[in-house]
């Protein structure tokens, strides 16, 4: 049980950030969305998979596309959107490649992100303050990231997102089985959710004790078996295992167009070190002795979640939960190979929560964000151009921004793993009353 601190507890907020009505701005949101939904979408994800993919459904059994689509390496949850835009699509007589298909394919995405707005502003008004949940919810709904993922792209990691950020601050208001139901359906839509897990159990258990965290556990692992059950029950088990256990090693390669460490180090090993243009992304070669770059790059992922738990546990609060979630995420793709650019948006998110807090958590908020709807920009124009008509604007875009952002772009996001890293440490080190952000400190009863 949790007792709602006052909102006078907070410190000052940056007097400049407004604080809208959330339900009038998400319905704002939501329109501009549809109106940019038909203009531009990624051409193999949303033509060669998730179309093709729903009509293997024929809307009404998702397991079907397990076992007529071989090429389908998506969790179950996703399947089950297909296969409701399907049967939707079916009952509204839409062509099967029509501008209506694609709304459909990334209504679930838009959605989503504007589910997360309205979700973070009922959870966190209780306890941090109306303020406080109102900028969240504005940040949250005009998120660059979230909107060219969702209404540009139509991939998933906006829906992703969000029950991510829901178990984060389940944990944050001192309600574990929430959190754990969260983060099982986030499980169930991405396996790269399982990145927040340690944070979450670390959190939890210590916060609350084991009985909570087992239930919470349980939970998490129960949603997962309710929305797998009619996948195994149609006999498609192997097929859906092999969404979660072919995930790693897909691409044996350092970046999948990434902005990360190994993106600014392709860039050395080609034009500084001269190697061979063909090597250089091969994330299975030797880096140090017998370690490939693929070792090294889930070493380096491992030192720094080490840190973030090491600091949660000396500093297990609310606020500390939300920034080592985070930077767990920003962590793994900027430190791990075989990265794709949208994997950056639930991390986006995620710093989201903190964001309103401080000039600081602010801006470390905003360039997160800049820089992940950068990436997943660039990356969009280049595909959607290979196959349609684009602006000049667009094309300019593409060639003026590409080149200078697989270095500057790079090493900027490590720059923010870095200063994030520095300040989580210097937070775990200081005691909770010398510090001045504004994240009102949950008051929990673990006996309750």
Request: aromatic share 12%.
């Amino acid at each position: 049980m949790v007792t709602p601190p006052p909102e006078s507890r907070a410190r000052k907020f940056p007097l400049w950030l407004p604080a809208p009505n959330p339900f009038a701005l998400a319905t704002v949101v939501f329109f501009v969305c549809l109106i940019a939904a038909p203009l531009i979408w990624f051409p193999f994800d949303v033509e060669s998979c998730w179309l093709p993919w729903s009509r293997a459904s024929e809307g009404v059994a998702p397991w079907r596309i397990y076992s007529t689509r071989a090429d389908c390496n998506y969790p179950p949850f996703v399947l089950v959107l297909l296969t409701i835009q399907e049967a939707v699509r079916r009952l509204l007589h839409a062509q099967e490649t029509g501008v209506l298909s694609i709304i459909l394919t990334k209504w679930p995405n838009i959605t989503a992100h504007l589910a997360g707005a309205l979700a973070g502003y009922t959870l966190l008004r209780g306890n941090y303050g109306e303020t406080y949940a109102r900028r969240f919810a504005l940040l949250y709904a005009l998120s660059l990231p979230l909107f060219v993922n969702a209404a540009l792209w139509g991939q998933a990691d906006a829906l992703l997102a969000l029950p991510m950020v829901c178990a984060v601050i389940f944990s944050m208001r001192g309600t574990p089985i929430p959190a754990g139901i969260a983060l099982g359906i986030a499980l169930t839509i991405k396996l790269q959710a399982i990145v927040i897990a340690p944070v979450l159990l670390l959190y939890v258990g210590k916060r609350f004790g084991w009985k909570p965290l087992v239930q919470a556990t349980a939970a998490g692992l129960a949603v997962m078996l309710a929305i797998s059950l009619p996948f195994l029950l149609a006999g498609t088990g192997e097929s859906m295992l092999k969404a979660y256990t072919g995930a790693a090693d897909y691409y044996p390669l350092r970046t999948l167009n990434t902005f990360n460490i190994w993106s600014y180090l392709n860039h050395v090993d080609e034009y500084v070190r001269h190697l061979p243009s063909e090597m250089v992304n091969k994330d299975d070669r030797l880096a140090l002795g017998p370690m490939t770059y693929r070792d090294v790059s889930v070493s380096l992922f491992g030192v720094a979640l080490s840190f973030l738990l090491v600091a949660l546990w000396r500093r297990t609060t609310a606020q500390m939960l939300a920034w080592t979630s985070a930077l767990s995420v920003w962590a793994f793709v900027t430190l791990c190979t075989q990265m794709h650019e949208r994997y950056w948006v639930p991390g986006a998110a995620l710093f989201l929560l903190v964001a309103p807090e401080s000039w600081f958590a602010l801006g470390i908020a905003l360039l997160t964000g800049l820089t992940a709807a950068w990436n997943q920009w660039l990356v969009l124009v280049s595909n959607f151009m290979q196959y349609h008509r684009v602006p000049a604007w667009v094309k300019w875009s593409l060639d003026m921004g590409w080149a200078p952002s697989l270095t500057y772009v790079s090493l900027l996001n490590v720059l923010l793993l870095s200063v994030g890293l520095g300040f989580v440490g210097w937070l775990a080190m200081r005691p909770i009353e010398e510090t001045n952000f504004a994240i009102a400190e949950s008051v929990a009863d673990p006996d309750t």
